[in-house]
């Protein structure tokens, strides 16, 4: 097998190595670019009502089309505060359980918030959103438990509010997988440093674990709303209808209308969006170096203090 390794691929070829192993993403990225241009294509092209075909000249009507209707402003901001909202519950749920899996000392308690995390993973986003039509419907389970008090049933479902907790409860195992490993990468012995300086659990965690863990938080908010601005399947279910997501708005203009230009420009303008609010936000939260400048700073000055305090407690 060595001998055949080096015909097919002789030594001096050693420096395209790490090359070939990025080779299937590489793949990837240029499929997806390529049916990024041509959907660019299609934006750019009228809808001819006569032959419900696409037409040869490029023109951008679609896009004033798109931002001319209320309905498009109406459901982007929908879509944006919804996404906004959904990402800061999600990830304060998701730190404490990210501390909590990290911290524990007892290995079954460990154990059982790993099968928590990841159980929802073998369950489809559509089987969960279903699962939620039974708990919160008008016959559901918690309007029976108000049943049983007495109380009239609530509108619960095909709400905004149900919306966000369904996607809450989507995001949450993935905001949990991305700060588990900036809180591994926090040493523990920072904390048992500065409770032993004094300091309170509060001040610990504002002055330590979150800065340190800025980057995981970054990285977690950054995924969890753009999967939440691009997401279809939570809002058509829990929303029925009432509270369209900026997806099925392209939906509806690809299958519904048949206008693959139309559909087209609305997607572009999703990725427009999605793209610049992205950057936004590790722009004034801070990229990863930023955050590992102030992570960093915030050691050295815990690790200092440390040591003064040693320094002073062997004088004395």
């Given at each position: 097998m060595e001998a055949w390794r080096s015909r097919l691929w002789p030594q001096r070829l050693a420096f395209l190595d790490g090359w070939m192993l990025l080779l299937p993403a590489l793949l990837l990225v240029a499929v997806l670019v390529v049916g990024l241009v041509e959907i660019v294509d299609m934006s750019l092209r009228s809808l001819d009502r006569a032959t419900f075909l696409l037409g040869e000249d490029w023109t951008l009507a679609n896009y004033a089309a798109a931002l001319s209707r209320r309905a498009t402003w109406v459901i982007g901001w929908r879509t944006l505060w919804a996404s906004l909202v959904t990402t800061v519950l999600t990830l304060a749920l998701a730190f404490p359980y990210a501390y909590a899996l990290v911290r524990t000392p007892n290995a079954a308690w460990r154990r059982f918030l790993l099968v928590s995390l990841f159980l929802p993973f073998f369950l489809g986003q559509v089987v969960r959103a279903y699962g939620w039509l039974i708990v919160l419907g008008r016959q559901?389970?918690?309007?029976?438990?108000?049943?049983?008090?007495?109380?009239?049933?609530w509108p619960l479902i095909y709400t905004p509010p149900a919306v966000v907790l369904g996607l809450v409860q989507y995001m949450l195992p993935f905001a949990v997988l991305m700060l588990a490993p900036a809180m591994t990468a926090i040493p523990e012995e920072l904390e048992l440093a500065s409770a032993s300086l004094g300091a309170g659990w509060v001040r610990t965690f504002t002055n330590v674990v979150l800065p340190l863990a800025r980057p995981g938080l970054v990285a977690a908010g950054v995924v969890v709303f753009?999967?939440?601005?691009?997401?279809?399947?939570?809002?058509?279910?829990?929303?029925g209808g009432k509270f369209d997501f900026a997806a099925q708005a392209v939906y509806e203009a690809w299958f519904s209308t048949s206008d693959a230009g139309q559909g087209s420009a609305l997607a572009v303008l999703v990725v427009l969006v999605s793209t610049g609010l992205t950057a936004l936000m590790l722009a004034l939260l801070g990229g990863r170096a930023a955050a590992g400048r102030v992570g960093r700073a915030a050691a050295a000055d815990l690790s200092a203090a440390g040591m003064t305090a040693a320094g002073t407690g062997a004088a004395r």
């Open positions: 559901g389970l918690v309007n029976s438990l108000l049943g049983l008090a007495g109380i009239e049933p753009t999967l939440t601005f691009t997401e279809y399947a939570i809002p058509q279910i829990m929303g």
